[in-house]
């Protein structure tokens, strides 16, 4: 079976790259419907995103790093992946398309 779905990661560092992130994740889900999407927060977009949630935050995968490392508490709904970094190339290293928000 030959899967040609678009699959997505964007990666959102700070408050203002999240912004950027949801928009883009909303826009993309709009205009291709079976995408699949991840936006993967690490360092100060953690914060942002507990902050002020989102309907796209089913979309969110949380640095557990950050997590620990700021004393952070996320959503138990929120999907959390042990370090950004490795998420973000694994995902890259499988075909998913990267953006930097």
Request: aromatic share 4%.
């Given at each position: ?38 936006i993967v ?42 370090a950004a ?17």
């Open positions: 079976m030959n899967d040609d779905r678009l699959r997505v990661v964007i990666h959102a560092a700070d408050a203002e790259s999240l912004a950027r992130a949801r928009s883009n994740a909303a826009n993309l889900q709009a205009d291709v419907a079976d995408a699949e999407i991840e927060i690490n360092a100060a977009a953690v914060a942002a995103a507990i902050r002020a949630p989102h309907a796209t935050d089913p979309y969110l995968r949380v640095c557990e790093n950050t997590l620990r490392n700021k004393g952070l508490t996320a959503p138990a709904e929120w999907l959390r992946v042990p970094i490795t998420h973000l190339a694994r995902r890259q290293q499988a075909g998913w398309a990267y953006v930097r928000a």
